[in-house]
C-alpha cells in the first residue's frame, strides 16, 4: 500500500501540480490542474472543469501521472495511478461548492488518482528513483 507523506502532501497544497495523461494510442499530454489536492493518504483528487483532452484521455485510458515541485527548494514528487471519475456524492458535491466559493464554474466531474507509485524528482543522486 503506497501512502503519501505529510510532506508530499504539504508539496501538492502548496504548488502546482500537473497532470499526464495519454489516450488508448499512447499519445501523451499534460497539464496544469490548479484544484490538485489530497482527499487521504492514498488518494489525490482534482477537478475537471473543461472536459477536453485531459478528460477525454482519462475515460479511455485511466493510468495518470501527477508531478509537483518547488523549485525554490528544489525538491518534488511524481505520483503514479489509475484515475476514477466521480460525478456525484460528497465528494463530487464538496468540489462544487469550492468551485462556487471561488467563483468558478461547477466541475463536470472530479478525478481521483488512487497512487500506486510514487518517485523523487529532487536533483541529485536519487532523482528519478522510486520511493514507494
Known amino acids: 500500500m503506497t501512502k503519501l507523506t505529510d510532506a508530499m ?15 488508448k494510442q499512447g499519445i501523451p499530454d499534460v497539464g496544469p490542474k490548479k484544484s490538485t489536492r489530497v482527499l487521504d493518504d492514498e488518494t489525490i483528487i482534482f477537478n475537471e ?30 505520483f503514479f495511478g489509475h484515475a476514477g471519475i466521480v460525478t456525484s456524492g460528497p465528494i463530487f458535491e464538496k468540489a462544487k461548492e ?13 478525478i481521483a488518482v488512487k497512487v500506486e507509485e510514487i518517485y523523487n524528482l529532487k536533483p541529485g543522486p536519487t532523482a528519478g528513483e522510486r520511493i514507494a
Open 9 to 23: 502532501k504539504t508539496l501538492i497544497a502548496e504548488n502546482q501540480c500537473f497532470v499526464a495523461t495519454a489516450n
Open 98 to 110: 469550492m468551485a462556487a466559493q471561488l467563483n468558478r464554474p461547477s466541475p463536470l466531474a472530479v
Open 49 to 78: 472543469g473543461t472536459g477536453k483532452r485531459t478528460f477525454s484521455n482519462i475515460k479511455e485510458n485511466p493510468i495518470v501521472a501527477i508531478a509537483v515541485v518547488n523549485k525554490e527548494r528544489t525538491e518534488g514528487f511524481r
